[in-house]
Structure formats: C-alpha cells, structure tokens
C-alpha cells in the first residue's frame, strides 16, 4: 500500500492515511466516535424533523454518508452529517414545492442530496472551490446568525405544541401568536423543562461533575450524554403518564432496521424546481463545512484541499442520497466535538457511522414515545450558539460596506427565508465592491521631502512642481470606471493655472482593459488637443505587457516612467 | 430670462441655451432639420415596422418624443426617435407576450415606452446614470454588430416576400430556408433593386452629384433623399403596375392626421411581464445614446451632463407613450447627420417633429402602395453600418478577457436573442472581472540599484536581502481574494531558506475588507507561530485610516513603514 499515482491519491486521500494506521489511532479514533454518536442520535433525530421528514431520515443520513467522507474527504476532525442549516434550508426548498403525500417528501429531500452531491463532485473535479470565495465572511456569518434564529423560532411550535407554518420570521412568529390559544400545557412542560435542563447540561453540569472529583474526560462525556439523558427521562416520561393522550406530540413508530436503498428521482421538472436550492444548499454546505475543516486542521498544522473538501461532500450527499437519506455536510459543533474527543483520521467517522447503524438497528423501537418537544429543545440550544451578533458591531466599527454586507443578508434572511438571503446577500456584497471600484479614489501626490517617495498632497507635506500634476489612480482601471478618470482628469486640469504635463503614477493599477485603454486614447488626445502632455510611471509588468500590444504607447504625448521620482527629476529639470 | 435657478436650468436644460438663440442658430437648426426629416420619414416607418407595429407608430415617435427632449436633453446634436435596435428589442419585447390582436400589441408598446420613460427619468433623478458604465465597451460593440446581423437578417423575409419568425439567427434564417418555396419574384425584384440602389446611394451617388457641378451641401442633401426616391418610385410602380395583386406586400392605410392621445396600460400583470424588457431597453437606449451625443459634444468642446440625459430620453419615452409612439431613443447615424447638417442646439430636432407632424397630416394618404419591402431595404442599408467584426480582432490582440466578452456577447445574441444576449455579456463581462480579481498577481520585489524604487526580481535586476521577503500584493484585497493572499503567503514561506521578515508591499491595494482583515489577522498569527514577523510597506491613506479602526496595527508583529525603502532600510540595519 506504498506507492499509488499521485491522482488516485489526490482523489482517495484515505490512501494518504491509512497506510500509517495503528492502534494509539484506532483507540482515539473509537473514543472520539462513541462521544459523537452519543450526541449525533438525538441531533440526526432533531434535524430530520427541522428539515420537515420523519426522525429516521436523520439516522440514516449519518450512516454510509459518514462512511464516504472518511474515503473521500481530506479533513482529520470533520463530522459529517445532518446540520441544522441545511436542514433548514432543505425544509424552505422542499416546502416551495407544495407536496402533500410523505413519499413524494422523501423522494424529494433524497433527489435533493444527489442533485447537491453531483453538482459538489463536479466542482470538486473541475476545482471549482474558488467560488465559495465570493461569499463574504460578513455575508456567512450574517447568514448563520439570522438561520439559527429563524430555525430556533421554527421550534417554538414544538415547545408550545401548536401548529405554525412559513419559512421567514414574520410568517412563524405570526402564525404561532394566531395559535397561542391552543398551547398543550403538558407539551410546555416538558418543552421548557428541558431547554432549561439543556442550557444547565451546557453550563453548569461540568463544573459541577468535576467538583464532584470526575476526571475531565469523564465529566466532559457526561456534559455530551445530557440530550441523551433528555431524551432518555422525556421518552419515560410520556409512556409512564400516558402524556400522548394528553396533547403531547411523540415521534411514533421508527422503522428498524438498515438504511432502505434508494434512488433519486430524475423527473427533469422536479430538478428544474429544486436546481437553485441544491445550489444553495451546496454552496452554504461547502463554506460551512469548509471553514471549520481549515480552523481545526490549521490548530494541527495540518492541511485540507478544498477541491477535493468537494468531492468528499459530493459524494457523502450521493451516500445520503442512495440510502434514505436527505442533505448532509460538515456540522460546526459536532466536529469541534469530535476534535476535541481526539479524532486523529477520518475513520472517526466511519466509527460514528457504525455507532448509528447501531442505533438504527437496535434503538428505534424506543423512541415511540419520544417527544418531539424534547428534540425541539434540542435543536434550540444547539443552534442559539450559532447566532452571533458581534459582527454587526465589529463591522460597523470597521466599514460601513461591511456592514451594509451583514445587516442586509440578516434582515434579508428573516424577512424573506433563506435562499433569498443568502443569494441577496452575495449579490448585494458583490455590487458594493463593483460600486467602489467604480468610483476609484485619485490623490494628487508629491514628493516626501529627503526620498524619492510620494504621497498624497492632503495628508503629507510634500513637494509638488508648478505646470505638473501627479495623479495617483487607486484601482484598476476597467470597463466601470474608465470614464470616471477620463472626466475626472478632464476637470482636474481645466480648474487650476495652466499644466504642461500630467502624470498618471500607476502603482495602484493592476489592469487596463479595453474600455479603459480607449478611455486612456481619448484622454490622451484631449490633452494633446490643450497642449498638455500624458505621462505614465511605474506601470507594473503585466500592464506594461498589455499597452506594448496597443498603439497607446505610439501615440502617448508623454513618456513613461519606470518609477514616479524618474519622472519627476525628468520633468523638473 | 436670465437668473433661473440653478435646480431649474438643471433639470431644463433648454433654459441654458434658449436665451441666446438667434438667427444664425435658427437657420442653421432649421437646414439641419430638414435632411433629417427627409431621413426620418422612411426610417421611422421602417422601425415601426421592424418593432411589429402599425407604420404610424414610427410617425407618432417621431414627433412629441423630440419635443421633450429639446427641453430636457443636453446635447445638441441628439437625434431623438425610433432607432433600429432599440425596435428589435420591442419586437422581441412585445412577440415574448403571445398577443394576437394589433390593440393590444400597439398598447404594450405604448406601455413599454411608459415603463422605460419612467425608469430612465427615476434613474435620471436618483443620479444612476454610472449604472450604464457596467456595460463595457466590447459588450456593447458585440451586441450592436450583432443586433445589426439579426435586423439585417430578419428583413429578408420583406425581400423574398415570405413568412418567418423568431427572434435567434437560427429561428430567422431556418424559416427562411423553408419558406424559400413561396418566394414572390414582383418582391424579390423590388427588395434587391432597392437594395443595390440604396448602397449605390451610399458609396456612389454623392460623388457623382459632385462630378456634376453640385454644391458639396446639395450634392450631400440629394444623396440623403436617395430613400425618399426609392419610397416615391416603388410606390409609383406598385401604383400603377397593380403589382399588390402579384404578392407584393404595401402598408396599406395609414392614418391621416395628429397623433391620437394614448394611455399606457396599468395592468400589474403586463408590467410585470414587460419589466426585465423594459430595464434593457432603457439601458441599451441610454448608453447608445450617451455615446453617440458623448462623441459629437467632444468634437465641439461641449459638455453632456449623462444623469440629465435620462431626464431627457425618460421623458421623450414617456411623450411616446402618451402619443401613439414606442420607445424612442438618440440614434448614431441621425445624430450624426444632424450634426454635420449644422445643427446648433436641441430645437433641430423640434423642427424636425414640425417636419414629421406635416408628413403625419399630409402624406400618409401616399404611402398606400409603398411596398414592405422597399422598407426592409432601407433598413438593411441602414444597420449593416452598424456591423462591425473588427473589435473582435482588436480585443484579441490587446486581452484574452475582452475577447471572450465580446465573443460571447455577438454569439448569445444571435443564438438567444437580443435580451439574453445583453443580459449574458454584461454578467460574463462582470464575472470575469471578478474572476481576475480574485486571484491577484502577486510580485517578488527587490531594489533597483542607485534607486530607492522596487521592482518584481523576475523582470528587473534587482537586488534583495537575505531572509527578508517583500510580496507586491498588485490587487486591493476583498472577500474574494482575501484567501488567496493568505494561502500565496504560506506556501512561499514553506518553501525557501529560512525567512527572518516578510514585507507585504501594499502600494497596489486600495481596500482592505473585512473578511480580508481576518485574513491578515490569520496570516500574522500564523507567521508568528513559525517566527516570522510580518511588515506592511506602503499603506495608502483611505486603506491606514481604516486598519487604525481595528486591532490588527496593535497585533502585527512588525511594523508599518510608509515606503517600502524605508522598511528596505530598517530591516537591512
């Protein structure tokens, strides 16, 4: 198992790590795997019902998923599997379609995750990883803030037991006031009770388990058994007291056994409906995922492939896709979890994988009685972590664009659901950036007195030459603003006693497309036409490059220089 | 009339020059007016029929239109009127509706005209005439040569005298082809002779006016009545040959009088339809617009103010929608004309309206007999002016990019039709430039020697300095990118002797966002835990002043020098 091509690696990086695995690994690997599956049961549980599909859908999409990631995927801690975004933005996508009956839901959420896992393989093939990058940091975070809200506030009708519908915060918080009057107490009891026990477990249970002379790794599996001891107490709870006649909604009947076999559907109209938010849900996916994958390999001073983070996810979605299952990525808490518990390779999660078949085989005739309030709570506590509104703050402080970025993807999120959001969200950062560099900043710059540096002359006390303007051009000149320096030179020598030769210092410039070169001739001639000259300095190579192929440098009336203090002694003497 | 308000003769500019009109102007606006009337009576019964709509239609657009924007327009030589590409998008427009009554296809025009009069005039208020500055040149240049072809194309059928639709190049000449059948020869004759005639017009009949002893301005005048002699003869034949009986298509009744007084429609539905339509062609009209009155202000030294043009052109539209017209806007070759005819001031094209108002009373009974496609030769003359491959050539030799925009804009054109067309080579245009941006050059730089003036050490001989790495950043680092450095940064450190100081030279950037301080953040934590220390030379002003807001400057390891020989110097020491 030594030497594989270097392809067959790039796209089976378990070739990478498994030659070298042995036992010290296989131990941290299965401690790391029981802790994650004692907190994955009741979360895949929870983000099943989130995403709008029956509890088991949630099991089985922790199963084989997990299992193809841990061949394909590159990162040593990720935890793959149901999350409560995507499960929220599986729900908006799955509730746009208007279905009624449960099987064409099913086929719908599992056409879902081959329709995301395709289109994340394909990109990971054709190294596509590039264009997660045009989500801005302030538009993610705003994204996952305003998600966790809104999925938070979706739990609610669980917690009062009522009946809302709607995926945006107005529709939720007004249906569940419209149904305040039909609240099951019984429900509440058990709902309340548990977010508190939930957000004791987080806080305080701890602390607590160490004073009572645990050993840290002890008390920390007791702090990730509380959901399961939620679960646990909640479940006897209801078939103790008979709660279920009582108004308390439980899970029901969960199929036992292995993960169904299943194929997606191919009914072009139904892909042509679900095309943008497998998009979505890819995208969201592969940032999501991504982002915490590098955090935690970069505390190792290890290194993950982001094209081929695609295919891992691509093909764990294909997994979740074929066996039952609905979309899947790289969950934030659960993989800080799994890193911290010591996972050192992917096969943690393979481990994982088996601790839910497990679950799956043996556990579900138990969860009958299960109460969803208590998975409501769980989702609650899980996702109030995800919200964070800091960033607002930090970026007010920052850039007002920033914050425009951010204020704008949360408001636009609550008020209109996720996938308008979000794709709002990169748009509108998009067309910020394009509007400022459309509108490029131009200081007039002389020399720094004892250098041959200039500066603006507003902000340094420079020295400048009558007759000569030096303007700096700060961006790159392209088709958006290229009539911006044409009218602003144009007025700058007009206004002012009367110029020999401007100067335009180039360094900030990292382009010159075809409009701008056109600009750039026709400003060229206009000052020619009121004898002035056009000089250039310090044109980066590749600019340079491309004028020598235009007959701008033929018909430039003035020179260019390699650097601004070459022009300004010529020009001075 | 002398002391308006400055708001006033802003958004009037006939204040600005109606108070020195005098004779001289008077004559010189009136000569001009009338060869563009002579240009103007076949051309805008042409349009009006290339949109799909009544002959009228064309006369009515013709009049009020440029009476409104001899108010509120700025240049002076604008033609104002019924122009051929902005007619192929309402027909493309109107023909994605389905009508089949000619009520409602001549009121979805008058509506299109409202919905574009209006936005224009919005746009023009909230001053977003930079807007248009995203539409770069090669997309603009590829859509015209191509809208050109497809007009060009889309008039065979009046020649051959046959039936076709659609609005791509293959839906054009693929119903061509099979209609070849039902070719009419009494058409055919027509349509070619007119055609060779009006091209003989164009090349050859102004110097042989010449050769006869002709004045150059009447030599010049007789060459512009060439339509007119065509439209009286072939009407003449048709008249007195009885050739409507040999499958000769006429316009038939015309009729006679002012300009009905017209209503838009309100309909939610129709202005929901129409909308994306509406939004190019207020875009298409106004940078085609824009650059033409650009070009011939230029050449007299005088100034167009583009927000007040969309004041201009916004209220022409909206004076067509409420006259029987369609949307109008400035046309090159018109313009042109006018210009060179001698027009002074915006009333040229108010005497015009003069001239097409009479035409509208008196004519119109003449134009019973006047053959389609006598008309489809006028505009087959008149657009493949605007077809014009040599862009292509000159993008490709001077940028790979522009190639690619202007490429991709003439092909979606014909292949998809004008809307999608535009719409594609604007994004792909964008796209493209987002692309660069995000993945940044990034140079070596060393001293040039006996300067104090750095440059890439691939390109110059320079000299560097041991363990010390100074990376020219040649892009502003936002989102996009902000990984990108990151990433570039580390794997240059990894790989060479062991490095001291690394200098991020940031004379080319001219932003720094938020996700892109985070990025830095990282990179200086991640440098320092590898012991190197991490300097920025060269910080401009906008992009200091915000850094100083965060608390990056108070972590950086090393320092902030304000050229980059000044960090050379310190770190040499």
Redesign the interface.
Known sequence: MTNFPKALKRYLPILTWSRDYNRDAFISDAVAAVIVTIMLIPQSLAYALLAGLPAEMGLYASILPLVAYAVFGTSRALAVGPVAVVSLMTAAAIGNLGLTDAASVALAAGTLAFMSGALLTVMGVMRLG?LA???????IAGFITASGLLIATSQLKHIFGVETHGHTLPQILGSLLSHLGDVSLPTLVIGVSTTAFLFWVRKGLKPMLLGFGLKPRLADLGAKAGPVAAVAVTTLAVWGLGLQNWGVKIVGAVPQGLPPLTMPSFSPSLWSDLFVSAVLISVIGFVESVSVAQTLA?KKRQRIEPDQELIGLGTSNIAAAVTGGYPVTGGFARSVVNFDAGAETPAAGAFTAIGILLAALLLTPLLYFLPKATLAATIIVAVLSLVDFSLLK??W???K??FAAVAATILLTLGFGVEIGVSAGVLI??AL??Y??????V?EVGL?PN???F??IH?HAVETLPHVVTLRV???L???????LEDYVSARVVCDEPLSDVILMF?????V???A??SLE?LNL?LKDMGIRLHLS?V???VMD?LK??HFLADLTGHVY??Q??AWIALKG
């Open positions: 590039f990058n045009f989500l801005s940091h302030p538009v970069a930090r970026a402080g920052y850039s664009v920033d950062s998009i950036h394009l400022a560099t459309s509108r490029p900043h200081a720094v250098s041959q540096h500066r603006n902000r700060d961006e790159s392209y088709f958006a603003n290229a009539r911006f360094s900030a410039v990292n382009e497309d075809l409009s070169l056109e026709a206009k310090e980066k190579g590749p491309r192929r235009s390699l650097s203090y070459d």
